[in-house]
Structure formats: structure tokens, C-alpha cells
């Protein structure tokens, strides 16, 4: 029996960040050594520095560790760790290739990739600027399956996690695919198989699972957290959605107009869609998706989403779902630390303004 003296401290999601941040500026630091006679592959190396340490909130990391936890109370062995910086490599290059797809000027307050090494080249700025880029997002995914196969990952422990990293990565790329061909109809169904892979799957299923497997999971703990991470990651997409569109730049580091001329296909501009009245239709199919949609028509465009009841709607949506998550957690076969700090993400991803 477990006295209260012996009880696990709890999980600090701040100490959890610095390990796995650690891990990535140790094996940078190792690719810089290597590639000491190559200047190119330093600078590729400098860009990716810049692009993991603009803000990142190491989610991903986080689930993955939290689900070790989730298993077993003693400290996570050297593969979780790796694991988990892996996936962070993994979602530079995910962001990079997002960021020319929506042609992105800024991620995290900061330049995109392709626009850092654009103003390298100002004789052919667009064309080396986005193809470079897509080297760079290549190299940070082939980084990521090297850190992960990296020497003192047992067979056990690379059987453990292979399939679940490979389907995840399947899987966002599909979303992605689905998320570049939509466009904004009042039918959701597109949109919400966009949040289950490009968020739900990609942001906690996959991560969670990645570290429950390699503390040895069970059946029912597996299904345990894939009740709680699906509808998570439904209502962070939908969070994510609303500050996307009313969100305050200086903390998201990301302009309120992007989705709005890219005329994403969200939940949001679907249910607004819906409840639109004629005219209202008319005002979004004109703005949404317009490259060179003003401030005020965005502000026009805003009036409607509220007006329809379309936010409220979305506000609804995520609180329950939210609720569906944390109902996930109520007697399930999971350590105790874990449990609580899972239902402490739930609140922060679902509240937040970044």
C-alpha cells in the first residue's frame, strides 16, 4: 500500500518542457558538430533553433510524458524522453511545410522559414525562399526519425512506438491534404475530419499513446485515453478556431486576417454558414477567401459569426466536449499524478489565448 509519504509528486508540465528542450538543444548541438566544414547545414541547423524556441508549448512532449505517467509512477526512461523531443522535431517540420502551404509571413511572432531564407536571397526571394523551406521542414522530419532511432532505443521500445508515430504521421499529412482542399460549405462533416487528424490524433491521441505504450499499457488504458484525447482535440481545434479569427495577435503571434483570405473550411464558418441568412451568406462567400480581404470587411465577416449565434455555438461545442474528456478520466485504470495533471491540460487547452 502506498502511504501519502510515498505518494508521486506531482507532474510539473514546466520541469517536463525544460527536459525535452534540453534534449533538442543537445541533439542540435551534435548536428552542428557534424556538419562543422558545412555552412549550409549550419544555417539550416540556426533557422530550426530560431523556429522551436518561437514560443512553442512543447503540447505534444507534454502528452507524450503524461501518458508514461499515466501507466506507472517512476521516472520516464531515456526513450520517452527521446520519444518526446522527436515529436517536437517532428511538429517544426509539420509547421514549416504548413506555414508555405497557407503562405504564412509569421508563426509565433516571428518570420516563417520560408520568409527567413527568402530575405537571403533577394534575387529570387519566393522561389529559393519556399523551396528552401521545404528542405528545411524535410531535414527537421528525417531529424526526427533519427532522434528516435537514435543508439539505446531497444527493439522492444522502437516495436512499441513505430506503428503508433508512423500512423500519426499518415495521418497529419492527411489532414493536411483535406485542410489545403476544403472549402467553407455549412456542411461540417470535412471540417470536423480535419480536426481528427490534423489535431485530435496529431496533438494528444498519438502522443499520449506513444508514451502509454512504452510504459507497457493495457487495452483499457489505450481506450481510456483515446476517450479522453478525441474530444479534447475537438474542442482545442474549435478554441484554436476562434482566436484564429478573433484572437489578439500580439498573443497568438499570428494575424487575424490569415484564415479569413485563406478561406479555411473550419466548424466555425460552417455553422455560421448554416445559420446565415441570405444576405449574410452573400457578405462570406464574397470575403471568405479573399487574398486581399481588408480589416474591415474581416471586422464584417466577424458581425456575422457572432450575429448567426455561430460563436456562442462553438463555446457550447467546447465546453462539451471538454466535458466529454475529463468523463473519460472518472474511474479509469490510470495513476493518479497523471490523472490530474490531464485534467488540468484539459482546462488550459481549451482557455487559452495563444
Known sequence: MTTLAE????????RIRGVVEARLRT???HQEAVAEQTPELRLFTGILREQLAAGGKRVRPLFCVTGWHAVRDDPPPDAVWRTAASLELFHAFALIHDD???ASDTRRGQPTAHKVLAALHPDRPD???TSAAMLLGDLALGWSYELLHAPGLTDADLRAVWDTFSALRTETLIGQYLDLTGRPVADATVAWRIIRYKTSKYTIERPLQLGARLAGASTHQLRALTGYALPLGEAFQLRDDLLGVFGDPAKTGKPTLDDLREGKHTVLIATALRLARPSQQRLLARCLGDPALTEHDAEAV???????????EIEHLIHA?????????TDAALRPTAVTLLRTLARTVTHRTT
Not at 7 to 14: H, K, S, V
Request: net charge neutral; proline share 8%.
Open 127 to 129: 522561389t529559393v525562399g
Open 302 to 312: 466577424r458581425s456575422v459569426l457572432v450575429g448567426t449565434g455561430a460563436t456562442s
Open 321 to 329: 466536449r471538454r466535458t466529454r474528456a475529463l468523463d473519460a478520466l
Open 27 to 29: 541533439f542540435l548541438d
Open 7 to 14: 505518494a508521486p509528486a506531482p507532474l510539473d508540465p514546466t
Open 100 to 102: 508555405i502551404m497557407d
